[in-house]
């Protein structure tokens, strides 16, 4: 029996009947966004780690920060990764999600006039692992964007931040 594949978890309520009307933060991959409350905007959700390139501390896909409508505290971006949500000055854009980790983008702040830029999600990445005895060879769309090639122990691996293509094992 195979365990289904999360793919997220869902952002938090917004407080949408009493001032100062906080959102909810988005949902991150290991856990829901916050609810806003009060004092301000909902915290995204945390994003998951993976030691997949040998670092430790390397999280991705976390939610982005709730911003604020006039008062309180933008929520912040889950994991340090997720974007921050944009603070309690009127017309104020959130926090772009932090690159090539799939994290979202934080919450903009507005009154009911005008209209502001909520924070860009992080590009993805690929990251292929595999043993030093392989070669991996890349065609022309997933070489173009790829980082070099780096050895860790029994293994080496390549990050690949853009592009399409088709990447074979030799």
């Known amino acids: 029996v195979s365990s289904p594949v999360v793919q997220g978890f869902a952002g938090g309520d917004g407080g949408q009947n009493s001032e100062p009307f906080p959102p909810g933060g988005g949902g991150g991959a290991g856990s829901v966004g916050a609810n806003g409350t009060s004092g301000g905007g909902g915290n995204g959700g945390d994003g998951l780690e993976n030691q997949i390139t040998g670092a430790t501390g390397v999280f991705y896909a976390g939610g982005g920060g709730g911003g604020t409508f006039v008062s309180g505290s933008p929520g912040t971006g889950g994991s340090g990764v997720g974007g ?52 991996a060879t890349y065609s022309a769309g997933a070489g173009g964007a790829a980082d070099a090639e780096v050895s860790t122990g029994t293994d080496k691996y390549i990050r690949i931040t853009a592009g399409t293509g088709t990447v074979t094992f030799s």
Not at 87 to 96: H, Q, Y
Not at 106 to 123: E, K, R, V, Y
Request: aromatic residues 8%; without cysteine.
């Open 84 to 135: 921050n949500g944009g603070p309690a000055t009127l017309n104020t854009s959130g926090f772009d999600g932090t690159t090539n980790t799939g994290s979202g983008g934080g919450g903009a702040n507005a009154d009911s006039s005008n209209a502001t830029i909520t924070g860009a999600g992080g590009s993805g990445v690929i990251i292929l692992r595999y043993p030093n005895y392989y070669t």
